[in-house]
Each structure stands twice: as structure tokens, then as C-alpha cells.
T-cell receptor, first 114, second 114 residues
């Protein structure tokens, strides 16, 4: 059974640019959630999509957005990048959704903003 | 702002000893509690979850929950060098209008000394 796949694994951007990250969940999982992990702030929840609808949202600015497609694959977009957006971005898939807490994480996309 | 606090460590224990990891949370309405293990350079993986007051055992791991004290802990018996990792406490609370908030602690780094 394939795990959660995230692409790209590494990317470098400059301030002001925008970036799109992709996440393919485990087959059959309809929930995809996104997280930002930094040494200073730890792992922080961005948002969750379930059956193409955003169901839960963390405390991040509107520059962070996402969407989910009918095949459950999800994308996250960050616009007008800032230096502080440099982080590991993780996505997780879940059969029952965020409220079950049973999340399966991908390997992450490491974003560096210069 | 819901908070989850963990001692950052590092917590060092000798091989074969019991490792005790602690977590406190601020939202008294929190419903579900999880422990994730994250090896260096890897993504988090779920190792335990607990919903009710008391103890829950799974092999060498025991999760303990005390909702009155807003405290959850993870005990690792017969600690092995392979248990050396960062342990993340995660808490889910209902935030209204059908939404849930997932909050992670910043993690406790455990080092098991052979």
C-alpha cells in the first residue's frame, strides 16, 4: 500500500514569489491536512480538506491557501513568500479526518526562501 | 489560543530504564490526545492515542490521561536506543461550528543511552 507522497521534496524561492506544493494521500483516504514545521514554532496545523471541502483551518494568514481535487490529491499554495515561510511543509492523510487524530504523514517539502 | 506544553529536553535515560514524557494543555474542552514519534530527518508517526481518563497500554508504551489536571503523559518501558527520537504531544479540541483544532506541542527529544 503506497504511502503519502509529497512533491517537490526540496525547493528554493525568493521573497515575493509564490509556491505550490502537492500531496497525494493514501488510497481511500479522503482527508488531507497540511502542516508547517520550523525549529522555533514546531509543528503547526494549516488546514484540512475532506472530500474537496476545507473543513478545518489553523491560524495562518490568507497567503496560505489550499485545495483538494476529486481524486483526493491536494495542493497548498503560498503567495508573496516571506523569509519566515522557510520551513518543512508536511501533509498528512487520514481515513476518518482530522478529528480522529490518526494521521499518516508524507516525507515533506522543504522550502527555502531567500 | 490553545496551547500544548512539553519539556523540550533533551531527556536522557539509560537503556532498559523507563522514560517518562509529559504534556500539559490549556483547553479544558480538549477531547482527544495523541503521541507522535519523529526520528531526526523523518516525518512524525502515530504511536499512541487516548480519549478517556486513565491509562492505556500498548506493548512497551503506556499513555496516561488526567483531564482534571489537563495532563497527558507517555511512559516507555525497557527503553531502547531505537526509541531515541522527538516525541510530539497532540491535542484535538472542538472549536465550534463543526470544526476542530489540532495543536501540537513542540516536542521532547529523548535520548536512550546504551
Amino acid at each position: 500500500k503506497a504511502g503519502v507522497t509529497q512533491t517537490p521534496r526540496y525547493l528554493i524561492k525568493t521573497r515575493g514569489q509564490q509556491v505550490t506544493l502537492s500531496c497525494s494521500p493514501i488510497s481511500g483516504h479522503r482527508s488531507v491536512s497540511w502542516y508547517q514545521q520550523t525549529p522555533g514554532q514546531g509543528l503547526q496545523f494549516l488546514f484540512e480538506y475532506f472530500s474537496e471541502t476545507q473543513r478545518n483551518k489553523g491560524n495562518f494568514p490568507g497567503r496560505f491557501s489550499g485545495r483538494q481535487f476529486s481524486n483526493s490529491r491536494s495542493e497548498m499554495n503560498v503567495s508573496t513568500l516571506e523569509l519566515g515561510d522557510s520551513a518543512l511543509y508536511l501533509c498528512a492523510s487520514s481515513l476518518g479526518g482530522l478529528k480522529t487524530g490518526e494521521l499518516f504523514f508524507g516525507e515533506g517539502s522543504r522550502l527555502t526562501v531567500l | 489560543q490553545k496551547e500544548v506544553e512539553q519539556n523540550s529536553g533533551p531527556l536522557s535515560v539509560p537503556e532498559g530504564a523507563i522514560a517518562s514524557l509529559n504534556c500539559t494543555y490549556s483547553d479544558r474542552g480538549s477531547q482527544s490526545f495523541f503521541w507522535y514519534r519523529q526520528y531526526s530527518g523523518k516525518s512524525p508517526e502515530l504511536i499512541m492515542f487516548i480519549y478517556s481518563n486513565g491509562d492505556k497500554e500498548d506493548g512497551r508504551f503506556t499513555a496516561q490521561l488526567n483531564k482534571a489536571s489537563q495532563y497527558v503523559s507517555l511512559l516507555i518501558r525497557d527503553s531502547q536506543p531505537s526509541d531515541s527520537a522527538t516525541y510530539l504531544c497532540a491535542v484535538i479540541a472542538y472549536s465550534g461550528a463543526g470544526s476542530y483544532q489540532l495543536t501540537f506541542g513542540k516536542g521532547t527529544k529523548l535520548s536512550v543511552i546504551p
